[in-house]
C-alpha cells in the first residue's frame, strides 16, 4: 500500500513540475571581433538647438563639452562636425539614420537634442540613438533641468557624456563628472585644490597658510587625507590633516610625534596607512580613519614611505623604501608581512606608486640612472614595464582616474610645474593648470 | 499482551489517499488555468515557436519606458520619456521648419531606413537572419559586430531563438562588451612573434550572464602562440562583467565569442 502510495505521489509531482516548466528559451550569441590597433566607434554630437535666441549660448556650450568629454574618453571617435549634415535634429522625430550612417558622417550613434531656457531654470532634452541600429529606441535619452548658469550647464553636459560612456564602455562610468584634488602655490602658501577632470572650474579648498602635501581622496569621495604642517603647541610639524568635503572645512585627526606624512586609504575607507617618525625612523603606521590605534608595519633600516593601497584586493600595498641603498618599490601585505622587492631591469630612483582601479597595474615615477623623472606602468604578477612619458619635462606623481583609462600626472613639459592628464598608454597629453605652480595630484574615486 | 486488530496504519494511509488525490485533481485543474493565463499574457516577447525565433513586436519608444536613471536631486535628471512625451504636445504649435518634416518622420517610423538596405539584399546570401545593420551590409567603419563575412572568423554569427536579433538591437552593448575587453587585452604580454604576426588570431567563448558577469570562458580558436592566447583569455578574465545586459532584453544570458585579431584584420 505504501508503495502504490509512494508511486502515485512521485507521479504526481513530476506532472506538476512538467506543468509549471517554463518552457526553456534559446539564448542569443553574438560574435564580434577587435584588433591590437584601436577600433574605435564614430559618435556624432548635432549641434543642440536652442529653443530661443536666450538659450544659444548655452546650447553651444552644452554641444561642445559633450564632444570634448567623448573625445577625450580614449575609447570613443568623435568626428568632425564639418562632416554632419547640415540639419541637426532637436528630437527623435527629426532623427533621418541614413544621412548619419552614410559618408563623410559615418556615424554609429548620434547624440542631438535641444535646450530651453528661461530666467529661472535651463532645460535640455538629450538623446543618443544608434544609428545603425533596427531598434528605434534610444540608447540614452535625458532630460536635465536646472539654473540658466554656465556650470549648471557645463555639469548636465558632462553627465550626459558619462551615460554615454557608461553605456558604450561595457558598464565602466566615465569619469566626465569627476574631480582631481592638487596642490597650488598660486596664491603663495601650498594649499589643497580642486577643479573639474577637464580643468575647469578651479577653486581652493584649504587657507592653512603654511605648507600642504599629497592629497588623497578616500574611497567614497567625501574626504581629503593630505599632509599638513599645522602648528600645536608651538610646535610644526608634518602631520596627517582631513579635510571634509561635505563639512568644507579641516576635521580632526590625531597627532603623533616626528614626521608625519603620504596618507594612503585602504579601500573600505576605514584605515589610513602613513609614513611615520615617531618612534625614529621614517615606518608606515596604519590607523583607523580617525588616527586612533596607530600600529607600526615596517620595520627596516632605510625609510619608507609612500604607500599605496591596492584598491581591488585590499590585501596588497606598495610603498618607496631605501632600505637597499636608494628608493625603490616593494610590495608587502597590508598587515606589514612578506615584503618584497620589485627589482626592475634598471637602476634608478622609483617612487609614487599607484594602483590602477582594477588593482592590476602599477604606475610610478622612475628616473633611469642617464634619465628624467617619467611615469612607467607595470603589471607586478609578470613585471613588465611600459614607458608612458618621454623627453617632456620632469613626470612625477601618477594617479589614475576610476575609469583606468586615463592618468593625471605633474610635469616640468612646460618650464613650470603643472598639471597633466593623459589616456593610460600616454596618448593624448593635455594641461589642465597654468596659474603658478601645481602638483601632487589625485583623482577622486567617482 | 497483544491482541490482533486491523492494521490502523492502513485506515490512516487510505484516508491520506483520498485526501491526496482530491488535493491534486484540485492542482492539476489550477496548474492547467495557470499555463492559460501564462501563456496568453506572454503576447509582445518571449519565444516565438514555430518559426523558431523570438517574436518582438516592436512598438514606438513612447510605449517602452526606458530604464529609470537615478534621479539626482541637483540636476534634476528624468525620466526620457515622461519629459519628452510631454513636451511634445506643445511643438506642433512650431511651423517654421517641422511642418513637413513631422508627417514624414510619422510615415517612416513604421519602416526605418535600416530595413531598406538594397546593399543588404544583394549583398549577403548566407546568413538568413543577418542583422541589416544601419543600411545594412557591411557598414564602412570598424565596429566588428556588424560584419558579416561568411568564414566565421570575425564579424556577427547570430542564432538561436532568444530574439536572433541582439546584434542588431544592441548593437551599443556589444561595442561596450568590446571596449571593456580591449582596455584589459595586455597587448605587452604577447612575445614578440606574437605581437610581430599579421595571421596570428583566435577566438575566446563566454557566456554573459544577466548581472553582466562573464562565466565558461575559454579559448574555442587558438592561435598556436601561447602568450597570444593567454592575453586575450586574460583579457576576458580580468574583465569580469561586462556590463548588465540591456533591461528589456529578455533572455537569461548571452553566449559571445570574441575574435582577438592582429592590426591589420577586423
Known sequence: ????????GSISILISLALFAKPAIGQDWFRTSIGMDVNKPRVAIADFAPRADSAKSHAAAFTQVVRDDLQFSGILEVPSSSFYPPQAPSVPAELKFAIWTDPPTNANFVGFGNVSESTAEVAIEAWLFDVRSVSMQPVVGKVYRGAPTDAEVRKFAH?????????????????????IAFVSARNGAKEIWMMDYDGANQ???????????????????????????????????????????DAGKVLSFARFRGTNSAPAWSPDGTQIMFSSSMQGNPELYVTDSSGNRPKRLTFANGASTSPAWNPKTGQTVAFVSDRGGIPKLYLMNADGTNVTELDLPDKGYLIDPAWSPNGQLLAFSWRRPDGNYDIYVMDPSSRRIVEITRDAGRNERPSWAPDGRHIVFESTRTGTRQIWVMIADGTQPRQLTNSGNNESPNWSPR | MTTAVANPQD???????????????????????????????????????ELGGTKVNLVTAAGIPLPKEPVVTESKAVDPTKGLYKEEPPKPPEPKTDAT????????????PSHKSKTFESKTPPPDNAVPYGKGGNPDVPTGYSQTPSDGSSGVTVK??????????????????????????????IDAAGRASRTAHCAVTFTINRDGSVKDVHISEPSGNYSYDSAALHA???????????????????????????????
Open chain 1, 1 to 8: 500500500m505504501l508503495s502504490k502510495f509512494r508511486r502515485i
Open chain 1, 159 to 179: 553627465q550626459f557624456a558619462d551615460e554615454i560612456l557608461g553605456k558604450l564602455s561595457g558598464g565602466l562610468p566615465g569619469v566626465a563628472s569627476t574631480q
Open chain 1, 203 to 245: 577653486r581652493p579648498l584649504t587657507s592653512l597658510r603654511t605648507i600642504s602635501l599629497t592629497p588623497r581622496w578616500s574611497p567614497d569621495a567625501s574626504r581629503i587625507a593630505f599632509t599638513c604642517f599645522m602648528p600645536a603647541n608651538g610646535l610644526v610639524s608634518a602631520q596627517i590633516c582631513m579635510y571634509s568635503l
Open chain 2, 11 to 49: 485506515v490512516t494511509l487510505r484516508n491520506y489517499l483520498i485526501y491526496s488525490l482530491v488535493l491534486h485533481a484540485a492542482l492539476t485543474v489550477a496548474v492547467f488555468t495557470a499555463t492559460v493565463f501564462d501563456r496568453r499574457g506572454n503576447a509582445w516577447g518571449g519565444v516565438g515557436g
Open chain 2, 101 to 112: 518634416k513631422i508627417p514624414k518622420f510619422e510615415k517612416e517610423k513604421p519602416l526605418p
Open chain 2, 160 to 189: 538561436g531563438q532568444g530574439g536572433a536579433d541582439f546584434a542588431s538591437r544592441y548593437g551599443w552593448y556589444i561595442e561596450g562588451v568590446k571596449n571593456r575587453i580591449y582596455g584589459n587585452w595586455q597587448q605587452w604580454t
Open chain 2, 236 to 266: 576576458v578574465v580580468n574583465t569580469g562583467n561586462v556590463g548588465k545586459l540591456p533591461g528589456d532584453y529578455s533572455g537569461a544570458y548571452v553566449e559571445a565569442t570574441l575574435d582577438f585579431n592582429p592590426p591589420s584584420i577586423h
